[in-house]
């Protein structure tokens, strides 16, 4: 039986896809659904730039911006968690390594499904290296569902 579900967003379409089938498992099984998101540079660059509207580079991205984009984020996946008919989600802003937080935070929460996106934002080292959405399946102790 599913009861808690997590879900990895980082803004990217893939993220967007797994939150809105995170939801609909969630409707299904009567589970609860939070989000975590755990901030990368290069997703934090792409996210002070579309709350700007101009470049302003990973270097420039600081402690404040880093905080905005992150809350950004958290509004979008609420709002996507509230079209599906999930109020009040719950996000939890990570640090760090986003797939090890994404773990961590199972574990601790004990979570029964983690949902995530195939690819999001991650750059050309998580080709090369493993995607989050790879570092997860690999070392769950729970269910994993990667959303194409």
Do not use: W
Not at 6 to 15: F, P, Q
Not at 72 to 91: N, P, S
Not at 121 to 137: C, K, N, P, Q, V
Request: glycine fraction near 12%.
């Amino acid at each position: 039986m599913i009861t808690k579900i997590l879900v990895g967003y980082d803004g990217s379409e893939a993220s967007g896809r797994a939150l809105r089938l995170g939801c609909d498992i969630a409707t299904k099984y009567r589970a609860k659904i939070e989000v975590s998101h755990t901030p990368k540079d290069e997703t934090v660059s792409y996210a002070a730039e579309a709350i700007s509207g101009f470049y302003i580079g990973p270097n420039v991205a600081r402690d404040e911006t880093l905080l905005a984009a992150a809350e950004k984020m958290a509004d979008k996946a609420r709002a996507i968690a509230a079209d599906c008919g999930h109020q009040g989600l719950e996000v939890h802003i990570g640090h760090g390594n986003p797939a090890e937080d994404l773990l961590a935070r199972a574990k601790s929460d004990g979570v029964d499904l983690i949902v995530t996106g195939r690819r999001g934002l991650g750059d050309l080292r998580g080709l090369l290296l493993g995607s989050t959405s790879h570092g997860i399946s690999a070392k769950a102790e729970c269910a994993v569902l990667t959303v194409a």
